[in-house]
């Protein structure tokens, strides 16, 4: 089989060079080139206040000053636990300016979540939300660790005079109820201190920049190695492949360098919102919007369709979550979204249903990629027009990624087209491995022809054409007599229903055989809709084979979401669980 078949076939963009060449460079270059270049453009855009380039990169030279100042180098880690608010571009790229490893930290974290990641990177300085819950949580989590400096960061400089002082009179400005002298710096002071020069330090692109930490739904949470030169090669892959077309609406051409308005409502700590949101719009210089809650309001997502037409966003990556919950807000129809142009899907499943309801109150082309932590995150994207555009697939292989599926028991015998297997990806956004875990980096990749492949425990299969399907997580298939059922594709189905707004479906365990499983789905409806367990279980008869059929449906409010908006069926399961009186495995 030809390894990369799929660059051969009419699907493949006419304007995607299937091989690129990606500069060796530290990842702060794009920040210093942009400011060099186009310095006078706005970047962080946050409550009406922006930034631009040149003041951003400022302000990553005089934090990088500081922190060599602590002694902080190219052998040691920085975290940032902090929302997506404007501090975090300079203090992500001027910690990288010192040689620095840098971990992105969940600020939603409890204190033993964030004490395991602060412990296990060895992380030495801390910069932090000025805010009632993050700081004091910060201080928790810091005891035990290495630890010796938090740096808090308000929201207050960011504000305009007038809202800055009300917030401050009507104490809604965030602010930590107390702050522990011996180890607390303040972001605004340090810009104030230090002059803005980054330490002369020699990087090789291809060490560690990055460690971000993967959900852990399978066991102890893991931090992915991602280097310099991974993360600017998927930035690259990704623009390379972007090209709108003027019939599929949303004007025409690819990322266009100094126009775009990139809004971050997906959180900057994780991969696809480091990378598709900051990375990329620092790339092209765009303006990055600041959302740090993006269901804030009321009705919730009331702030997030306000900043979007306030700011006239061009680009809106995203996840489905979001996007269905757009789509069926009730007042959407008061804001105009026409300028939306890029509009990406990833980090859960997208119910083909849930793209047609935004494009329908948008006019936007939405367009289903796939990546993990590991890989960048991207390695697959749909074509970005609706002539090769496939919902249920995730599409076709980025420039320089080769994709294989192997076979799920050993992962080294490749799989024909067309049959399921483990989905293995190489390439130059493909991780170096788990930080201090060689046996687990060792488990989960495979020499094959020469070039290392990383497993990535989703099972899927390729067409003719090279798109790619994921049934689901290795680790979640049901096992339904023998048979082996996806949620995905259960849930797939379950949407194409007119009153499910969101679904979730798990295997149960049987009480008499424990190995053998039962479907149940978890829906929750539209809003104003009723119906009963039993009109679903009904419905289903004629939508899915007998052993993907939900034996059980239960109604729900909500359902539980991880920070980027994936269903957490881990969280349903164990729930169930405990309320059959039995211990989760």
Same mark, same amino acid.
């Given at each position: 089989?030809?390894?990369?078949?799929?660059?051969?076939?009419?699907?493949?963009?006419?304007?995607?060079?299937?091989?690129?060449?990606?500069?060796?460079?530290?990842?702060?270059?794009?920040?210093?080139?942009?400011?060099?270049?186009?310095?006078?453009?706005?970047?962080?855009?946050?409550?009406?206040?922006?930034?631009?380039?040149?003041?951003?990169?400022?302000?990553?030279?005089?934090?990088?000053?500081?922190?060599?100042?602590?002694?902080?180098?190219?052998?040691?880690?920085?975290?940032?636990?902090?929302?997506?608010?404007?501090?975090?571009?300079?203090?992500?790229?001027?910690?990288?300016? !010192?040689?620095?490893?840098?971990?992105?930290?969940?600020?939603?974290?409890?204190?033993?979540?964030?004490?395991?990641?602060?412990?296990?990177?060895?992380?030495?300085?801390?910069?932090?939300?000025?805010?009632? #819950?993050?700081?004091?949580?910060?201080?928790?989590?810091?005891?035990? !660790?290495?630890?010796?400096?938090?740096?808090?960061?308000?929201?207050?400089?960011?504000?305009?005079?007038?809202?800055?002082?009300?917030?401050?009179?009507?104490?809604?400005?965030?602010?930590?109820?107390?702050?522990?002298?011996?180890?607390?710096?303040?972001?605004?002071?340090?810009?104030?201190?230090?002059?803005?020069?980054?330490?002369?330090?020699?990087?090789?692109?291809?060490?560690?920049?990055?460690?971000?930490?993967?959900?852990?739904? #399978?066991?102890?949470?893991?931090?992915?190695?991602?280097?310099?030169?991974?993360?600017?090669?998927?930035?690259?892959?990704?623009?390379?492949?972007?090209?709108?077309?003027?019939?599929?609406?949303?004007?025409?051409?690819?990322?266009?360098?100094?126009?775009?308005?990139?809004?971050?409502?997906?959180?900057?700590?994780?991969?696809?919102?480091?990378?598709?949101?900051?990375?990329?719009?620092?790339?092209?210089?765009?303006?990055?919007?600041?959302?740090?809650?993006?269901?804030?309001?009321?009705?919730?997502?009331?702030?997030?369709?306000?900043?979007?037409?306030? !700011?006239?966003?061009?680009?809106?990556?995203?996840?489905?979550?979001?996007?269905?919950?757009?789509?069926?807000?009730?007042?959407?129809?008061?804001?105009?979204?026409?300028?939306?142009?890029?509009?990406?899907?990833?980090?859960?499943?997208?119910?083909?249903?849930?793209?047609?309801?935004?494009?329908?109150? !948008?006019?936007?082309?939405?367009?289903?990629?796939?990546?993990?932590?590991?890989?960048?995150?991207?390695?697959?994207?749909?074509?970005?027009?609706?002539?090769?555009?496939?919902?249920?697939?995730?599409?076709?292989?980025?420039?320089?990624?080769?994709?294989?599926?192997?076979?799920?028991?050993?992962?080294?015998?490749e799989m024909p087209i067309g049959e399921k297997g483990e989905i293995a990806i190489n390439g130059p956004q493909v991780f170096s491995g788990y930080w201090r875990k060689p046996e687990e980096t060792a488990n989960v990749m495979r020499e094959i022809g020469g070039k290392r492949y990383f497993l990535t425990g989703d099972?899927?299969?390729?067409?003719?054409?090279?798109?790619?399907?994921?049934?689901?997580?290795?680790?979640?298939?049901?096992?339904?007599?023998?048979?082996?059922?996806?949620?995905?594709?259960?849930?797939?189905?379950?949407?194409?229903?007119?009153?499910?707004?969101?679904?979730?479906?798990?295997?149960?365990?049987?009480?008499?055989?424990?190995?053998?499983?039962?479907?149940?789905?978890?829906?929750?409806?539209?809003?104003?809709?009723?119906?009963?367990?039993?009109?679903?279980?009904?419905?289903?008869?004629?939508?899915?084979?007998?052993?993907?059929?939900?034996?059980?449906?239960?109604?729900?409010?909500?359902?539980?979401?991880?920070?980027?908006?994936?269903?957490?069926?881990?969280?349903?399961?164990?729930?169930?669980?405990?309320?059959?009186?039995?211990?989760?495995?």
């Open positions: 089989m030809d390894e990369l078949y799929w660059q051969k076939k009419e699907a493949w963009p006419e304007t995607a060079s299937p091989a690129l060449d990606y500069p060796e460079e530290p990842l702060f270059a794009m920040l210093d080139r942009a400011a060099s270049k186009s310095g006078d453009l706005p970047y962080t855009v946050f409550m009406d206040k922006s930034q631009t380039y040149r003041e951003v990169k400022e302000h990553s030279d005089r934090i990088a000053n500081f922190l060599a100042s602590k002694g902080i180098g190219a052998s040691n880690t920085v975290a940032i636990f902090l929302p997506n608010v404007p501090q975090f571009p300079a203090v992500f790229f001027g910690a990288l300016k !010192t040689g620095a490893k840098v971990v992105t930290c969940n600020p939603l974290y409890k204190p033993n979540e964030l004490n395991f990641q602060l412990k296990d990177t060895d992380a030495e300085i801390v910069f932090v939300l000025d805010h009632p #819950t993050f700081t004091p949580t910060c201080y928790e989590a810091i005891k035990g !660790t290495k630890v010796h400096t938090v740096v808090v960061c308000s929201v207050k400089p960011f504000l305009s005079k007038p809202k800055a002082i009300l917030g401050g009179l009507l104490g809604k400005i965030p602010k930590s109820p107390y702050y522990e002298a011996d180890k607390t710096l303040f972001y605004d002071d340090i810009l104030k201190r230090y002059e803005p020069k980054a330490p002369d330090v020699t990087i090789d692109p291809k060490s560690t920049a990055v460690i971000i930490y993967t959900g852990g739904t #399978t066991g102890t949470p893991k931090g992915a190695e991602l280097s310099h030169y991974n993360l600017v090669s998927n930035v690259l892959q990704i623009l390379e492949w972007v090209y709108l077309r003027e019939e599929d609406g949303g004007g025409v051409g690819g990322v266009r360098y100094g126009e775009e308005v990139n809004v971050g409502a997906i959180p900057w700590y994780h991969s696809y919102g480091l990378t598709l949101c900051l990375l990329n719009a620092t790339w092209s210089a765009g303006k990055l919007v600041c959302i740090p809650d993006p269901r804030s309001g009321n009705p919730p997502l009331t702030d997030l369709l306000k900043e979007l037409e306030r !700011t006239k966003c061009t680009v809106f990556n995203c996840v489905p979550a979001l996007y269905a919950g757009i789509a069926n807000h009730p007042d959407v129809g008061k804001y105009d979204l026409s300028t939306i142009r890029i509009c990406g899907s990833g980090a859960a499943p997208l119910p083909p249903e849930v793209a047609k309801g935004f494009e329908n109150v !948008t006019g936007a082309l939405v367009y289903e990629g796939y990546g993990l932590t590991e890989t960048s995150p991207t390695t697959h994207s749909n074509p970005t027009n609706k002539k090769y555009r496939k919902f249920g697939s995730i599409g076709l292989p980025l420039p320089d990624t080769s994709c294989k599926i192997l076979d799920i028991e050993t992962g080294t015998k099972v899927g299969y390729m067409d003719e054409l090279g798109y790619t399907y994921i049934s689901d997580r290795k680790k979640q298939m049901i096992n339904v007599g023998g048979m082996k059922a996806y949620p995905r594709e259960i849930e797939d189905i379950l949407f194409t229903h007119p009153k499910v707004k969101m679904a979730a479906a798990v295997g149960i365990p049987r009480d008499n055989d424990p190995s053998n499983e039962f479907v149940k789905a978890y829906i929750q409806l539209k809003d104003g809709e009723t119906a009963s367990p039993e009109e679903f279980v009904e419905w289903a008869k004629d939508k899915m084979a007998g052993y993907k059929r939900p034996r059980e449906v239960k109604i729900v409010d909500s359902l539980p979401l991880s920070n980027v908006g994936k269903v957490l069926r881990r969280v349903l399961l164990e729930e169930e669980l405990k309320e059959r009186g039995k211990q989760p495995s």
